[in-house]
């Protein structure tokens, strides 16, 4: 889910890509250090224009199927730039099966033993676009994906985890554009109406 909201409504009218070059895959790797602190170090990670177009492919298949997960249509800013479904599944599927995990145990001194699993492919950038397509089968296949919902606001990309029954948009600021551009079109339809008799 992280993934797929680098790409999100700029305050503007506009759509902004976080990830639109290597720098910017750089800082949204050291944001998300706590989800990933066991595929890669950012600190060393070389974020380069091939690491960045893996994660970007990858985003674009989990985009699509959050897209196809969500009740009613997906985002309508979002819809056009979709990827085929069977598309974006292989795409995944690619990803997750070229990054191989080995179960590793831990046993630390004052507490019990635990098992996670671990890469153990040498490679950075398959370790990290293996661990974000399993991520994505993990959402997609898990209970939260029941309240993935697409905003429904103007111009907004994002898919976003329901939080209550009656929760619409992803934000605040997302309905209250909704409301405004509501608004906006019930005083057009009065002028619009007049100038026609």
């Known amino acids: 889910m992280r993934l797929a909201g680098t790409i999100r409504h700029d305050g503007t009218g506009g759509v902004a890509d976080d990830l639109t070059e290597p720098a910017g895959l750089a800082d949204w790797l050291a944001e998300n250090h706590d989800l990933l602190h066991d595929v890669v170090d950012p600190a060393s990670f070389r974020a380069d224009e091939g690491a960045r177009s893996a994660v970007v492919a990858l985003r674009a298949a989990t985009g699509a199927l959050l897209a196809r997960s969500v009740p009613g249509a997906p985002s309508r800013a979002d819809a056009h ?11 995944i599927n690619t990803a997750a099966a070229l990054a191989p995990v080995a179960p590793a145990l831990s046993w ?30 993990d959402f997609l296949t898990g209970p939260d994906r029941e309240r993935l919902r697409a905003c429904p606001a103007p111009r907004c990309v994002r898919y976003f985890l329901q939080s ?31 100038a026609a008799d």
């Open 108 to 137: 630390p001194d004052d507490g019990p033993p635990t098992a996670r699993r671990r890469p153990v492919q040498p490679d950075a950038v398959t370790r990290l676009a293996g661990a974000l397509a399993a991520a994505a089968i």
């Open 164 to 194: 209550h029954g009656r929760q619409e948009f992803c934000k605040p600021a997302c309905g209250n554009r909704a409301r405004a551009a509501r608004h906006y079109q019930r005083r057009q339809l009065p002028t619009e109406k007049s």
């Open 81 to 91: 730039r979709l990827l085929p479904v069977a598309e974006a599944v292989e795409r």
